[in-house]
T-cell receptor, first 115, second 114 residues
Framework: KAGVTQTPRYLIKTRGQQVTLSCSPI?????VSWYQQTPGQGLQFLFE???????NKGNFPGRFSGRQFSNSRSEMNVSTLELGDSALYLC??????????????FGPGTRLTVL | AQSVAQPEDQVNVAEGNPLTVKCTYS??????LFWYVQYPNRGLQFLLK??????LVKGSYGFEAEFNKSQTSFHLKKPSALVSDSALYFC????????????FGTGTSLTVIP
């Protein structure tokens, strides 16, 4: 079974631009979560989608948004980029339905650099 | 309030010695606890989880973790460390009080010295 894939792997943008990151979960997984990883803050939860609906949202400004498609693929968008948005963005999928004990499987991440 | 804490940013251990990476949590009720490992330039890999039952959980690559409810801890252990175990380790909790959202610790960098 193929793992979680994220595209692109690396991205360089300038302040004020917007960016869209893509995530394809493991086949059969319906839950997709996004995290921001920085050296100082560790992993910060952005949001979680399940069956095209946002289930949970972390404490990030409205510039960060996401969506999930009917095939469970997910995109994350960041508008009006700031220097502080430079980070590794990780996507994770799980089989979560009603059960809450499923582990998450992570993709390799997208390294975003904002200049 | 932080739901999970990893008190050590860095742990060094000699190859062949036992290792412990500490984790404590502050979630009420019966949380679900996880350990993940991250190698350089890679995503996180699942190691093990505690849901219920036996307090000692065995996972991948010879790792195990002990759930201690009275101390609200879930320390990761391995009897004999390998140089290849050097990586960043994250403890995580799934909080049933907040829609089962995952909370991760800040990570502990483990270095196994040959």
């Amino acid at each position: 079974k193929a793992g979680v894939t994220q595209t692109p792997r690396y991205l360089i943008k300038t302040r004020g631009q917007q960016v869209t990151l893509s995530c394809s979960p493991i086949s059969g997984h319906r839950s997709v979560s996004w995290y921001q990883q920085t050296p100082g803050q560790g992993l910060q939860f952005l949001f979680e989608y399940f069956s095209e609906t946002q289930r949970n949202k972390g404490n990030f400004p409205g510039r960060f948004s996401g969506r999930q498609f009917s095939n469970s693929r997910s995109e994350m968008n960041v508008s009006t980029l700031e220097l502080g948005d430079s980070a590794l963005y990780l996507c994770a999928s799980s089989q979560l339905a009603i059960s809450s004990y499923n582990e998450q499987f992570f993709g390799p991440g997208t390294r975003l650099t904002v200049l | 309030a932080q739901s999970v804490a990893q008190p050590e940013d860095q742990v060094n251990v000699a190859e062949g010695n036992p290792l412990t990476v500490k984790c404590t949590y502050s979630v009420s009720g019966n949380p679900y606890l996880f350990w993940y490992v991250q190698y350089p330039n890679r995503g996180l890999q699942f190691l093990l989880k505690y849901i219920t039952g036996d307090n000692l959980v065995k996972g991948s690559y010879g790792f195990e973790a002990e759930f201690n409810k009275s101390q609200t801890s879930f320390h990761l252990k391995k009897p004999s460390a390998l140089v290849s175990d050097s990586a960043l380790y994250f403890c995580a909790v799934r909080d049933p009080n907040t829609g089962n959202q995952f909370y991760f610790g800040t990570g502990t960098s483990l270095t196994v010295i040959p």
